[in-house]
C-alpha cells in the first residue's frame, strides 16, 4: 500500500489543521492507519492510530482530547483533526499502515512521506 500524506501548514498557537492520508494500492480496510511525528533532534513518537474498521482508536497523552483520528474507507483516506495546537506540535508528521490490529508503535510496515506542521506561539 502507499501512503500519502497532506495538510500540513503553518499555524499560531490555538489553532487548528486537519491532516490527510491518502492510500492506494490495497484492500484498504485491511489497514490500521496511525499518525506518527518527529521533531527536529527527536525520535519518531506515536500520535494517534484507527483500525481497519474504523471502530477503535488510540492517542498518545500528548493528544489526548485535542487530536481526532478517523477514516472514510470509501474514499481510502484517514485524517487526524488537530485542535488547540502548541508550540510543541511542530513536527513532520507522518502516517504508515500496518495489517491487522492498531499498535501504540512505531511498528508500522507502510510508511509515507512526511507533512510538515508549524505551530508559532
Known amino acids: 500500500v502507499q501512503l500519502q500524506a497532506s495538510g500540513g501548514g503553518l499555524v499560531q498557537a490555538g489553532g487548528s489543521l486537519r491532516l490527510s492520508c491518502a492510500a492506494s494500492?490495497?484492500?484498504?480496510?485491511?489497514?490500521?492507519v496511525g499518525w506518527f511525528r518527529q521533531a527536529p533532534g527527536k525520535e519518531r513518537e506515536f500520535v494517534a492510530t484507527i483500525s481497519g474498521s474504523g471502530r477503535t482508536t488510540r492517542y498518545a497523552d500528548s493528544g489526548e482530547g485535542r487530536f481526532t483520528i478517523s477514516r472514510d474507507n470509501t474514499k481510502n483516506t484517514v485524517y487526524l483533526q488537530m485542535n488547540s495546537l502548541k508550540p510543541e506540535d511542530t513536527a513532520l508528521y507522518y502516517c504508515a499502515a500496518r495489517e491487522g490490529a492498531t499498535r501504540a508503535s512505531i511498528e508500522y510496515d507502510y510508511w509515507g512521506q512526511g507533512t510538515l506542521v508549524t505551530v508559532s506561539s
Open positions: 494500492g490495497g484492500r484498504f480496510t485491511s489497514y490500521a
